[in-house]
């Protein structure tokens, strides 16, 4: 599976973005996805998922409220919507793809990964 994810910029605190992550390559439907992301000097960790169905999601409890994933297997394309963004959201989104996930993220855990994109917000 190749994946592209775009939409990253800046913008200020409170604001929104919506980042999406194009896939290609072998049957969408199929992975579960996630978004991940690793500010600097950080490791990079688990945000949000969702099962290849979409009947589950996982957010982590820094983006609860805040941030919603969704996908459109017609489009093979996962996103990822973030409101009342705040400083320490800034990082580098990854989308990654699971083909066999059970619930549980982690970096170690994604088959496949997309180059990241950036995501700053200034206070």
């Known amino acids: 599976v190749q994946l592209q994810a775009s939409g990253g910029g800046l913008v200020q605190a409170g604001g929104s973005l919506r980042l999406s992550c194009a896939a290609s390559g072998r049957t969408f439907s199929e992975y579960a996805m996630g978004w991940f992301r690793q500010a600097p000097g950080k490791e990079r960790e688990f945000v949000v998922g969702i099962s290849t169905s979409r009947i589950r999601t996982y957010y982590a409890d820094s983006v609860k409220d805040r941030f919603t994933i969704s996908r459109d297997n017609a489009k093979n394309t996962v996103y990822l919507q973030m409101n009342d963004l705040k400083p320490e959201d800034t990082a580098v989104y990854y989308c990654?793809?699971?083909?066999?996930?059970?619930?549980?993220?982690?970096?170690?855990?994604?088959?496949?990964w997309g180059k990241g994109t950036q995501v700053t917000v200034s206070s």
């Open positions: 990654a793809a699971d083909g066999f996930n059970v619930g549980v993220w982690s970096v170690e855990g994604m088959d496949y």
